[in-house]
């Protein structure tokens, strides 16, 4: 079964880190881009972070340009987000999703997402 | 940034009605390789979105065909021919041609 699932997150500080993770299973990881999307509570979706099949490029959305930082790694199927200085409005669902070149860059797997909640 | 705006931002259909969301973005969708980076994605309460259409008017794998996309250009509608109870929750077009990525502010659909 074709499957990503999130961790790592949970309640941090203003001003912490923390990191995430995204498992990915049932396909062969290193053959795709990927995406973190995150969701505020009641909000809609917004895209943060892409990363090329092989690491080479990156994208970030100017929210977290310079705090966040995207990684994977091929040989354990895994992809992250590194979250520095984090402010309360970075509390959301972090979701990572596949993106599809074929389908138009269409993101085709979504994980169940994983919570962060930034507060003191 | 490209702006992707649908409209209505809620509606609420009767069981077997038909129901329509627009979406429209602040620049073509069409790229250099003629494809238009437009799909749209459904999201079911407490649920992480699920694919429903891509490249405008595709369906993705095990999307009924009750559900249909068209449009070109900056202009896309998602129809849902008959609704059925499954289908509640919020729905989004998102753009893929250009960096940041972005979503419509979404469209909840609601059982009248």
């Known amino acids: 079964e074709v499957q990503l699932v999130e961790s790592g997150g949970g309640l941090v500080q203003p001003g912490g880190s923390l990191r995430l993770s995204c498992a990915a299973s049932?396909?062969?990881?290193?053959?795709?881009?990927m995406n973190w999307v995150r969701q505020a509570p009641g909000k809609g979706l917004e895209w943060i972070s892409y990363i090329y099949s092989s690491g080479s490029a990156k994208y970030y959305a100017d929210s977290v340009k310079g705090r966040f930082t995207v990684s994977r790694d091929n040989a354990k199927n895994s992809l992250y987000l590194q979250m520095n200085s984090l402010r309360a409005d970075d509390t959301a669902v972090y979701y990572c999703?596949?993106?599809?070149?074929?389908?138009?860059?269409?993101?085709?797997?979504w994980g169940q997402g994983t919570l962060v909640t930034v507060s003191s | 940034d490209i702006v992707m705006t649908q409209t209505p931002l809620s509606t609420a259909v009767t069981l077997g009605q038909p129901a329509s969301i627009s979406c429209r973005s602040s620049?073509?969708?069409?790229?250099?390789?003629?494809?238009?980076?437009l799909s749209w994605l459904h999201q079911r309460p407490g649920q992480p979105p699920r694919l429903l259409i891509y490249k405008i008017s595709n369906r993705f794998s095990g999307v009924p065909d009750r559900f249909s996309g068209s449009g070109a250009g900056t202009d896309f509608t998602l129809k849902i021919s008959r609704v059925e109870a499954e289908d509640v929750g919020v729905f989004y077009c998102?753009?893929?041609?250009?960096?940041?990525?972005?979503f419509g502010q979404g469209t909840k659909l609601e059982i009248k």
């Open positions: 998102t753009q893929a041609i250009q960096y940041p990525y972005t």
């Open positions: 999703a596949r993106e599809v070149v074929q389908l138009t860059d269409a993101f085709d797997i």
């Open positions: 620049q073509s969708l069409v790229h250099s390789d003629g494809g238009t980076y």
């Open positions: 049932g396909f062969t990881f290193s053959d795709y881009e």
